[in-house]
């Protein structure tokens, strides 16, 4: 299975879908600036929602997506040859669209600009936002010299600075989150160590994706490459698992109350279905299943069909993380004391929440497929071309 995106079969009920899905989603993005955070379903007591764990999930998957790129530009890897070009425009798009996520998240978007001319470099955004103003830099600069010239010494020296500055990144958000000490839940200290995990993970999954989509109809390499990528998912997700008994079991064994609670509401309260369901089935067990069995892997629908489901697990893996701490109340009785609809500890993501979600991913799929179109070199290169 090899998609031709410029064949008018595909292209009109892709372009069809691609437009119903941004015009929904600018009817949520308009609601967004006219209204404020009024039609979201977070509030005083649930502040962060699906904005965060996009931008969580798409921030690390920028991050991931460099450093797999390294595996071609630098160590120069047979099974990875050419698709540097793919991975470096899926950098670059990933980590807007996750920036765009929280940017619509601030209450003032509009000051976002007092980071650059009045940081305070001892708060943890305050290092992020300037780490994604020179990883985005540097990527963009990677891409172009790789377009100009595979062979440009610079290309080299771009992604050697790059890969410790995506290690930085993927780990930071896992920081982040980490030092809410407030948050017993997030206050683990293997965070920052899990999250790099994570983000190489998610690539991964993407890549197999992107291959399955663009790789050439009858290749070695491609057959080659889907098999390694699919070894790399069922490690990273044995890896995965592993971090979240950790995680949980430590928490759950430490005792503390609220540690408890959260944990409780993730398996067996409100957000079992999502755990259960979503993140181990669909997300970890069904694909493993499929790519565990070469004759499965190197086939590209199957290959497609697994990275999806990874990614989609992935993706509530994030807010698996975010939510269960949110929900707890941190005071005893706290839910009760007032009564307004933002004074709540129960989240799922309004209409408008979902609108804006589908609206940026239309337009990182549209970016991305445009200029994957329009620069040739951007696509798929055999290693024997």
């Known amino acids: 299975m090899r998609v031709d995106f410029t064949s008018r079969q595909v292209a009109i009920p892709l372009g069809l879908v691609w437009l119903a899905a941004l015009a929904v989603g600018l009817v949520g993005v308009a609601q967004r600036f006219l209204t404020g955070h009024e039609q979201a379903d977070y509030g005083s007591y649930v502040p962060w929602g699906l904005w965060v764990g996009m931008y969580i999930f798409l921030a690390g998957l920028s991050a991931g997506l460099f450093l797999i790129a390294s595996l071609d530009i630098l160590l120069k890897l047979k099974a990875f040859a050419g698709t540097a070009r793919m991975l470096l425009l899926a950098t670059l798009v990933t980590l807007g669209a996750g920036l765009l996520f929280i940017?619509?998240?601030?209450?003032?978007?509009?000051?976002v600009w007092r980071v650059y001319t009045n940081p305070n470099f001892n708060s943890v955004m305050a290092q992020i936002v300037w780490a994604y103003t020179a990883f985005g830099a540097?990527?963009?600069?990677?891409?172009?010299?790789?377009?100009?010239?595979?062979?440009?010494p610079l290309l080299s020296i771009v992604m050697v600075v790059g890969i410790p500055l995506a290690l930085f990144l993927s780990s930071a958000v896992g920081a982040l989150l980490g030092v809410a000490a407030a948050r017993p839940f997030w206050h683990v200290g293997l965070f920052p160590i899990q999250f790099p995990v994570f983000s190489v993970a998610s690539a991964a999954a993407l890549l197999l994706v992107m291959v399955a989509l663009f790789g050439p109809r009858e290749s070695s390499q491609r057959r080659q490459l889907l098999w390694t990528l699919a070894l790399t998912s069922v490690v990273l997700q044995a890896v995965k698992l592993f971090f979240l008994w950790?995680?949980?079991?430590?928490?759950?064994?430490g005792g503390a109350p609220q540690n408890e609670e959260a944990i409780e509401a993730l398996l067996f309260g409100r957000y079992w279905w999502a755990f259960w369901f979503l993140q181990i089935v669909i997300g970890s067990v069904l694909p493993v299943a499929v790519l565990i069995q070469p004759r499965l892997a190197r086939r590209p629908a199957w290959a497609?069909?697994?990275?999806?489901?990874?990614?989609?697990?992935?993706?509530v893996a994030r807010m698996n993380i975010l939510l269960p701490a949110l929900v707890v109340p941190q005071l005893e009785e706290l839910e009760a004391a007032y009564v307004n609809p933002h004074l709540s500890l129960?989240?799922?993501?309004?209409?408008?929440?979902w609108q804006v979600f589908v609206f940026i991913l239309a337009l990182a799929v549209g970016a991305f497929l445009l200029v994957y179109r329009l620069i040739p070199s951007a696509t798929w290169v055999e290693a024997d071309t």
């Open 138 to 152: 540097l990527t963009l600069l990677a891409l172009l010299l790789l377009l100009r010239n595979a062979r440009d």
């Open 304 to 315: 497609l069909a697994a990275g999806a489901m990874i990614l989609g697990g992935l993706v």
């Open 246 to 253: 950790a995680d949980l079991s430590q928490s759950y064994y």
């Open 346 to 353: 129960d989240y799922f993501p309004s209409v408008m929440e």
């Open 103 to 111: 940017w619509l998240d601030l209450g003032h978007p509009e000051r």
